[in-house]
């Protein structure tokens, strides 16, 4: 039996104060530490919320170093809260590195839900949710860039990543180039005043960027909508050998063995599948 106190991670607000939570700001004031991405930056909302616990910095420049450290305090009997400078923790930001370590030495974790730019900006999208993937920040070269565009073009499930003010408009540009005409949904400002989503086609957006200099401004979520699926593409055999595939396996299996058996898209496959069960659930229904 173990004395290890508990590592929390913490999500914070993504722009307005007032959605942190009741939870949040007692667990801030009662652990040993917190563990910020820039204290300086987070002084602010610790100030506000009167949370005078000690703070000390992990980013990514020093978490292996500061991963030793708090695993130590936390095996001490130290209690540390994880915080980002908004948001979830460890979503497109440090924290891996530290909550890895804690779970290999069966250091208590414990998350807490709150504000995500992802989660918030995909649920007002319109755009599918009920499968996507979450790709963080596009690489910064041009040819790694258009080779994960490339990839997310055949998905037939709603991507989201981020992307900086200074880089938004050449990546939209890129996106253009790639995707084509592809609908996608920009984000920007969550929570806060001028929040803004724009959606319409990648040169949609480009004009809208392109008209003001203020639009540039600002954290940006980019969602990009699955890929068109043409079942007419995939013969009668070929389903029902999917068919009879789905009773002895599961769905994405099934799909690759297909594929591979007809030399066809494993996506268009796991479409087609899934457009095929809920036809079949809402026959059993009725």
Known sequence: MTNFATLY?????????????????EVLKQVNWIAAEDT????????????????????????????????????????V???????????????????????EECIPVTALPGPCAAITALSASGLPTDRFIFEGFLPVKTQAKD??????????????????????????????????????VVAKELSKTFETYVSGTPGDVIDYLEADAAHQKGEFVVMVSPAQVNLSEISTEAMSLLTTLCDHM?????AAVVADHYDLKKNALYQAGLEAKGAKEVKETD
Do not use: W
């Open 9 to 25: 991670i913490v999500p914070t607000p993504i722009g307005n104060l007032d959605d942190i939570s009741a939870r949040a700001i």
């Open 40 to 79: 300086r930056h987070s002084s602010r909302l610790l100030q506000h919320f009167s949370i005078s616990t000690r703070t000390l910095s992990l980013h990514d420049h020093n978490e292996d170093k500061r991963t030793a450290m708090l695993v130590q305090r936390l095996k001490d009997g130290e209690s």
């Open 81 to 103: 809260a994880l915080i980002s400078d908004a948001g979830t923790p460890l979503i497109s930001d440090p924290g891996f590195v530290f909550v890895r370590r804690c779970r």
């Open 147 to 184: 080779n994960q565009l490339a990839a997310l073009k055949e998905r037939t499930c709603t991507s989201v990543f981020y992307e900086a003010p200074r880089r938004i408009l050449a990546t939209m540009n890129d996106i253009a180039r790639v995707l084509g005409d592809r609908h996608i």
């Open 250 to 254: 599961p769905l994405k299996k099934a």
